[in-house]
């Protein structure tokens, strides 16, 4: 097995980051935009609004990255971490990258003393639905979310 480093992203990391958030997009059946996917990262990474962990193999290639934007509960009144992206190359998958980058969310939860990480994923993903529950986290049954999105 390639020995994997995990590392947060810097702008230094811009170009690995973008090529795997754009093919995260394109498994959500979104159009590539390399050019959109550049401009959304570079500014996540220059204004720290969000924070991205990297797992790089070989020849520092990026193959998987997770990315966290800061929420905040105001009845725990502490921050939650949204583990808004998780995405491992297709070649790279089956190798446990999806875990060491949930554990780096782990970390980062557990460093700044957040109420925890909480995440989204469709009902239809088989994989990430096996994945989080083995990963530690527990299916909310108890609350409906709602979306509302300008017309």
Same mark, same amino acid.
Request: hydrophobic share 40%.
């Given at each position: ?12 990391? =811009? ?47 990026g193959i998987g990255f997770v990315q966290l934007y800061p929420i905040f509960s105001s009845t725990q009144m502490k921050r939650f971490w949204l583990l808004n992206d ?8 089956? =190798? ?20 925890? =990480? ?34």
């Amino acid at each position: 097995m390639e020995k994997i480093i995990i590392k947060r992203a810097t702008i230094k990391d =811009l170009s690995n980051v973008v090529q795997l958030f754009d093919n995260y997009r394109v498994f959500y059946k979104r159009e590539s935009d390399l050019i959109g996917a550049k401009t959304f990262i570079q500014e996540r990474l220059k204004n720290d609004d969000s924070v991205i962990y990297i797992a790089e193999g070989r020849n520092k290639q990026g193959i998987g990255f997770v990315q966290l934007y800061p929420i905040f509960s105001s009845t725990q009144m502490k921050r939650f971490w949204l583990l808004n992206d998780l995405f491992v190359s297709y070649e790279s998958r089956g =190798l446990g990258i999806s875990y060491m980058l949930i554990n780096e969310a782990k970390k980062l939860s557990i460093g700044t003393k957040s109420a925890g =990480l909480m995440l989204e994923t469709a009902k239809d993903n088989l994989i990430g639905n096996q994945l989080y529950p083995k990963a530690g986290f527990e299916l909310d049954t108890e609350h409906n979310f709602y979306y509302w999105t300008p017309k």
